[in-house]
């Protein structure tokens, strides 16, 4: 009787980690970044470790391509996000959500993310690719 119990419970688990899976199939995994506290823009991004500058490139291209603002500093402190609208760093609470592609679409829109892509592609010289982004880690140094 018990051990029956016990196998209809793992197997209600079991149907709620497949549907979990199918879920987290249709979604993508998306480092949510609060509002800046102090202005309230979202157009705000996350330090992110990074070796160098050929890392830091491709980690910004990477993650814009995915609708998230994140600067490639060399330690990531207590102040782990910054706001590109007022110039601050705060400390947030950047948690992973599961997004379908609409709230990627809203998420892009909201944080400016084409406006920062293009600022970005539109530097052809590799000499002068001073993105937006990398002028704001600059500023905060
Ligand atoms: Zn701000």
């Given at each position: 009787m018990e051990s029956s119990e016990k196998g209809r419970m793992s197997a209600g688990k079991l149907y709620q980690t497949l549907q979990e899976a199918y879920r987290n199939k249709l979604k993508m995994p998306y480092y949510y970044v609060p509002a800046?506290?102090?202005?309230?823009?979202?157009?705000t991004g996350r330090f992110v470790r990074a070796r160098n500058d050929n890392d830091a490139d491709w980690i910004i291209d990477e993650s814009l391509r995915h609708g998230e603002i994140v600067s490639p500093v060399p330690k990531v402190l207590s102040e782990n996000c910054f706001c590109c609208e007022c110039n601050t760093t705060f400390t947030g609470n950047v948690e992973m959500r599961w997004l379908s592609m609409n709230e990627l679409d809203a998420e892009k829109l909201k944080r400016d993310i084409y406006a920062i892509w293009q600022e970005r592609q539109g530097n052809d010289e590799k000499k002068d690719k001073r993105s937006l982004l990398s002028k704001i880690a600059d500023h905060l140094r």
């Open positions: 800046c506290p102090k202005c309230g823009s979202y157009i």
